[in-house]
């Protein structure tokens, strides 16, 4: 298929889902045109792609226009659609209340969720939606009848989504965007780079200064992300279920340096784990341990790999 043929179709696509967009703001939408479009969204990958893009962007642009003075709402052509009749009605509240009761109104409720170093916690809303949050780990959500969108600030989550096409549900990781398409992931936001993996289902996966366009990643895809560049690599269940052993309180080691697993076992205990020469941390494990036992850790770095250990309270060291 030509270039042409491609661009052709993909605008056909957006066009067609700007509809739908524009139908459902109708009072006149139906069961029976929820039917009509649910089934669109399931003839095609593409459709559900496209519908889910210019809906983000759509609920961002109406964010925007709440904000717009009263004068350019009463600019608007006579003929008034229900979304500007909702602007209306958010302008008018602001005169009535005053600028500042008005903000706080307006905004949508945001709730924050956090965990401490070595914790965990599962939060359940009520689409049915499960978020279980790892160790040093702060989320925010914004979870409505119109949106639900999380902000991951730090840390690492797994999410078991409820799907709804028409109210997609959206990660950001400062500027990546995930957005769910029936399924279940994990994100991890660490200070240089994104890692999302898939265990069930699809999403989108948007990097923002990438030339290419948003990575459509399948089940058992691993993608990571920095400001330039993204790779995704396939991995099998085994190995995804290794990395996600802290849903259990264990972290597996397959082949993994010692510097590496120092490293991952710090990120959920205060005591340190210190490798101090280059020649035991090229040294590699291969072991499970709870995320909380540093000790048993050291122990074996000191029985099984021969190395000494030193324990100084609040860091332990280990070396040749």
């Given amino acids: 298929m030509s270039d042409a043929r491609l661009n052709q179709s993909a605008k056909e696509i957006k066009a067609r889902a700007a509809e739908w967009l524009e139908r459902q703001e109708r009072p006149d939408w139906s069961p029976a045109d929820q039917a009509a479009l649910d089934?669109?969204?399931?003839?095609?990958?593409?459709?559900?792609?496209?519908?889910?893009?210019?809906?983000?962007?759509?609920?961002?642009?109406?964010?925007?226009?709440?904000?717009?003075?009263?004068?350019?709402?009463?600019?608007?052509?006579?003929?008034?659609?229900?979304?500007?009749?909702?602007?209306?009605?958010?302008?008018?509240?602001?005169?009535?209340?005053?600028?500042?009761?008005?903000?706080?109104?307006?905004?949508?409720?945001?709730?924050?969720?956090?965990?401490?170093?070595?914790?965990?916690?599962?939060?359940?809303?009520?689409?049915?939606?499960?978020?279980?949050?790892?160790?040093?780990?702060?989320?925010?959500?914004?979870?409505?009848?119109?949106?639900?969108?999380?902000?991951?600030?730090?840390?690492?989550?797994?999410?078991?989504?409820?799907?709804?096409?028409?109210?997609?549900?959206?990660?950001?990781?400062?500027?990546?965007?995930?957005?769910?398409?029936?399924?279940?992931?994990?994100?991890?936001?660490?200070?240089?780079?994104?890692?999302?993996?898939v265990t069930q289902g699809r999403v989108t996966f948007d990097a923002p200064g990438i030339a290419s366009q948003a990575a459509l990643l399948m089940q058992g895809d691993v993608a990571t992300a920095s400001a330039k560049s993204m790779t995704v690599v396939r991995k099998s269940e085994s190995a995804l279920n290794d990395e996600l052993g802290w849903r259990r309180g264990m972290i597996v080691f397959r082949h993994t340096t010692l510097a590496a697993a120092c490293a991952e076992l710090n990120r959920y205990n205060r005591v340190k784990l210190v490798v101090t020469d280059p020649d035991a941390a090229s040294r590699t494990i291969g072991a499970t341990f709870r995320t909380n036992d540093v000790e048993l850790f050291a122990r074996v770095a000191e029985v099984a790999l021969g190395l000494h250990v030193t324990d100084r309270g609040d860091e332990i060291d280990i070396s040749r």
Wanted: proline letters at 3%; zero cysteines.
């Fill in 39 to 197: 089934q669109w969204l399931a003839q095609s990958t593409a459709h559900e792609v496209a519908y889910v893009r210019l809906q983000s962007a759509w609920e961002r642009t109406e964010r925007l226009v709440i904000l717009r003075p009263l004068a350019e709402a009463k600019s608007a052509p006579r003929r008034i659609s229900p979304l500007l009749m909702r602007v209306a009605a958010a302008v008018a509240l602001v005169a009535m209340l005053g600028a500042t009761a008005a903000y706080f109104v307006l905004q949508p409720r945001d709730r924050t969720y956090s965990t401490a170093v070595g914790g965990r916690e599962t939060v359940t809303f009520a689409d049915g939606t499960r978020i279980e949050l790892n160790t040093n780990t702060v989320l925010r959500a914004r979870m409505t009848t119109d949106q639900r969108i999380v902000w991951l600030d730090k840390g690492e989550a797994f999410f078991r989504v409820k799907h709804d096409a028409t109210h997609p549900f959206i990660v950001m990781i400062g500027a990546h965007r995930v957005t769910d398409i029936g399924t279940q992931f994990s994100v991890r936001r660490g200070k240089q780079n994104v890692q999302v993996a």
